[in-house]
C-alpha cells in the first residue's frame, strides 16, 4: 500500500512545493513509511508540469520506490494497490514493477483500459504515459482504495490528487474521485486551452454478458455539478472499462421454502440452519462459497512480505513468532468467519491479532451498570455475558467496557481457541476513553474522514481508527499485558452486510417491496459502497501504516454471490440471527462456528458503544460538527445515558 499524490500545473512555472500542503505530505508519509521520494515532469511547449510524489508500505517482493519511471520512455507510475490475479506476479516479484511493465508496452487507450481491466483486486493510481501527453487516474470497480482531488484556479491551472489531504479553513474543497471508471487528461489539450478538460471511461459490464442497464449505478455516477466551473468533463463510451464482475442475478421466480416460526431461541435457530444443510444442493452451495472466500482470504494473508531468515540465537521460539496479520473482530459472524478462514492459511507458528474495540462512557467509569439488563436486551448474546455478576463488575476497573463487542468478541475467540487451540490468539482489547476518543480525533481522525462528514462517518471512522492501531491489552493465564499489533495487513469483514442483506433496513425493504425491492437495495448498495464505506475507511486504517484487505469484496466472491438468486444469500421471511445473510451463516455452523452463526447484526458503532457516546440527539445522517475544524466539544450532558 502506499500513499500517492500528483500536482498538475499548466502554469509557466513548475509546480511550488507549497501547493503540497505539509500536513497532506504528513499524511502521505503515514501511510508510506518504508519510502518518500518526488519526481517533476515537464514540458514547455506548451507549458504543463506534473509533480509526483509516492510515499511506500513495503508488503511484497523487493521494496520498490515511488513514483516509478521508466528511462526508455518518460512514464511514470503512482500505484497504491494490490494484484490478487488477472495479471501474473511472481512470488518475489512486486506488483508494482509488473503492473508498469504492462502500461508502459500499451499503444493505445485500448490497451491502457484493456490491462486495467485484468487487474484483480484493490487500486487506485496515476499513470503519466508520455508519448501521448496523457494522464491516467482512477480506482478500482469498488473504490477500496481512496483517492481524493482538488480543482485549484487561484494558483494557477491546478489539479492535485491525493489519497489523504490535511484539512484547513482555507483549503480548496476536496472531493473523493468517484469510482466511475478511469479518467484521462490530454495534458496537451489542456496547456493549450488552459483548461482541465477530463474525460471519463465509464465501467461496462462486457458485450456477452446480458445485461441491460449501465454498471454505473448508485453513487458511481459523476454529476457535473460536483465539478468545478473551469473544468470541462466529457465521457468516453468506447472504449471502455470491463467490469471485473458478474451483474447481479435480478430473477424472481422465488421456490416454495418450509416455513419456520418468527421467533426461535438459540436452539431453534441453530436447528434451521442444520435443517437447511440437510439438504444436499443447499449444502453444496455452501461449500462453494466457503471454498471462494477461502481462496480470497487465502491471497490476502500470504500476499505479506514474511522474514524467513531468523536466527534462533538465545531466543525462545515464541519470542521470534512474530504477527503478520491481524482481523478488525467484534466478534460478529462477519469477523470470526475471516479468522476462522485465516487461520486455514496463516503459518501455524504465526499468532493472529483478533483486534477488538471498546469506548467507555465516564457515566459508567467506576459503577455497577447492569448486566442483567443487557442480557434481557441482547437475548442472543453468548452466555458468558452473564457471567460476570454486578459485584465483579464493580470491583473491576475495567467493567465499563464490557460493551457488546467486547462480550461476542471474547465468546468468538473461545471458538476459535475451540477449533484450533494450536494457534496462538491474540485477542487485543482496545479501550477508548471519552477524552482520548475526542483528542485523537481533533488532532488525527477528522482529516482522515473528511471529506466525509456525518455522524455515522465520525462514529465509524473513530472506532475503525482505534481498532486498526492495535494498542490495548493482551491477557495470557490471566495476565494482562500492554500489547501493540505489528501487523501491515488487516482483514475487514465491510462487504458481507451489502451483499447478503445484512441491516435492518432490508428487513424493512423487504417487508415493503419483496424480493424484487430487496434486489434493488442490494444493487444500490453495492453501487455506492465506494463513496458511503471504502474510501474513508482505507484511509483511517492506512494513516498506521496499514492495509485493509476486504475478502468479501474480492472479484470472484461478488461475482459468486451475484450469481446466485437473492433468496439464496438470505431469506427475511427467517427470523433476525437467521435470515439476514443466511448463507454466511450456514458457512459458519459448516465451519464449527455454532454460537456465532445466530449473532444477530449489530452496528460496529453500536457494538462499541462509541455511537451518541457525545450526543443523545444526533442522527446518523446529520453533519457531525466534531469533525469540523475547531469546533468545541463538549461533554454528554449531565443525567444522559449512553447506549
Wanted: aromatic share 6%; proline share 5%.
Amino acid at each position: 500500500m502506499c500513499g500517492i499524490c500528483c500536482v498538475v500545473s499548466l502554469s509557466l512555472c513548475p509546480p511550488d512545493s507549497s501547493l503540497l500542503k505539509e500536513g497532506t505530505t504528513h499524511n502521505l508519509r503515514r501511510r508510506g513509511p518504508d519510502s518518500s521520494q518526488q519526481l517533476v515532469k515537464s514540458v514547455l511547449r506548451p507549458p504543463y508540469h506534473c509533480l509526483f510524489s509516492g510515499h511506500v508500505l513495503h508488503l511484497r517482493g523487493l521494496l520498490t520506490p515511488q513514483p516509478l519511471e521508466d528511462p526508455a520512455t518518460g512514464n511514470v507510475f503512482l500505484w497504491n494497490g494490490e494484484i490478487f490475479g488477472g495479471i501474473h506476479v511472481e512470488m518475489e516479484e512486486n506488483d508494482t514493477q509488473a503492473l508498469f511493465r504492462h502500461l508502459c508496452s500499451c499503444s493505445s487507450e485500448l490497451d491502457v483500459l484493456s490491462v486495467l481491466s485484468s487487474v484483480r483486486g484493490p487500486w487506485s493510481f496515476v499513470f503519466y504515459q508520455a508519448s501521448r501527453h496523457y494522464l491516467w487516474f482512477g480506482r478500482d470497480y469498488f473504490g477500496r482504495r481512496s483517492l481524493l482531488w482538488q480543482f485549484n484556479k487561484e494558483q494557477g491551472c491546478v489539479l492535485v490528487l491525493s489519497s489523504v489531504s490535511a484539512v484547513s479553513e482555507t483549503d480548496t474543497q476536496w472531493q473523493e474521485v468517484p469510482a466511475a471508471g478511469i479518467f484521462r487528461l490530454d495534458l496537451q489539450v489542456c496547456a493549450a486551452s488552459e483548461g482541465l478538460v477530463l474525460t471519463l471511461h465509464p465501467w461496462r459490464y462486457s458485450s456477452n454478458e446480458n445485461v441491460t442497464e449501465e454498471a454505473n449505478v448508485g453513487d458511481r455516477n459523476l454529476s457535473l455539478r460536483d465539478l468545478s466551473s473551469h473544468v470541462s468533463f466529457k465521457v468516453n463510451e468506447c472504449p471502455s472499462l470491463v467490469v471485473p464482475v458478474l451483474p447481479l442475478n435480478m430473477a424472481l421466480d422465488v421456490p416454495e421454502e418450509p416455513r419456520f416460526s418468527d421467533f426461535a431461541d438459540n436452539e431453534a435457530s441453530i436447528g434451521i440452519l442444520r435443517s437447511f444443510l440437510s439438504e444436499h444442493r443447499k449444502k453444496r452451495l455452501v461449500h462453494q462459497f466457503i471454498d471462494v472466500l477461502s481462496r480470497a482470504v487465502k491471497k490476502r494473508v500470504l500476499c505479506v512480505v514474511r522474514d524467513t531468515d531468523r536466527s534462533e540465537g538465545e531466543m525462545s521460539k515464541a519470542a521470534l513468532r512474530r504477527t503478520h496479520v491481524a482481523v478488525l473482530f467484534s466478534g460478529g459472524i462477519d469477523s470470526v468467519l475471516l479468522a476462522r478462514l485465516a487461520d486455514r492459511h496463516v503459518p501455524l507458528d504465526e499468532p493472529i491479532d483478533l483486534l477488538n474495540v471498546a469506548f467507555a462512557s465516564p457515566n459508567l467509569v467506576g459503577q455497577n451498570h447492569s448486566t442483567q439488563k443487557r442480557c434481557k436486551e441482547k437475548r442472543r448474546l453468548p452466555s458468558s455475558e452473564c457471567l460476570n455478576n454486578a459485584d465483579t463488575e464493580t470491583r473491576d476497573p475495567l467493567s465499563c467496557f464490557n460493551v457488546p463487542d467486547r462480550i461476542t468478541g471474547r465468546a468468538g475467540l473461545e471458538e476459535l481457541k475451540a477449533l484450533n487451540p494450536s494457534r496462538c490468539w491474540n485477542f487485543v482489547e482496545i479501550n477508548v476513553t471519552l477524552e482520548e476518543l475526542k483528542a485523537t480525533r481533533r488532532q488525527q481522525i477528522s482529516h482522515l474522514v473528511y471529506p466525509l462528514d456525518t455522524v455515522l462517518d465520525d462514529s465509524i471512522g473513530c472506532a475503525v481508527w482505534f481498532a486498526a492501531r492495535g494498542e490495548g491489552l493482551v491477557t495470557n493465564q490471566g495476565d494482562a499485558r500492554p500489547y501493540k499489533s505489528p501487523t501491515k495487513v488487516v482483514l475487514t469483514g465491510i462487504g458481507a452486510d451489502e451483499q447478503l442483506a445484512g441491516y435492518s433496513r432490508h428487513r424493512v425493504c423487504f417487508k415493503k417491496y419483496g424480493f424484487e425491492g430487496l434486489n434493488k437495495e442490494l444493487q444500490m448498495e453495492l453501487g455506492r459502497i465506494s463513496s458511503r464505506n471504502l474510501g474513508r475507511d482505507d484511509r483511517v486504517i492506512g494513516d498506521h501504516g496499514k492495509e485493509a484487505r476486504f475478502p468479501f469484496l474480492d472479484e470472484a466472491v461478488v461475482s459468486f454471490l451475484n450469481s446466485l438468486p437473492v433468496w439464496e444469500k438470505a431469506d427475511l421471511t427467517l427470523p433476525r440471527g437467521v435470515g439476514e445473510k443466511l448463507l454466511l451463516r450456514l458457512a459458519a455452523v459448516e465451519l464449527g462456528l455454532m454460537a456465532s452463526s445466530i449473532l444477530p447484526k449489530r452496528a460496529m458503532q453500536f457494538g462499541s458503544r462509541i455511537a451518541k457516546l457525545e450526543s443523545g440527539t444526533e442522527r446518523a445522517s446529520d453533519k457531525c460538527v466534531r469533525l469540523q475544524s475547531g469546533a468545541e466539544e463538549e461533554l454528554p450532558a449531565k443525567g444522559s445515558k449512553p447506549l
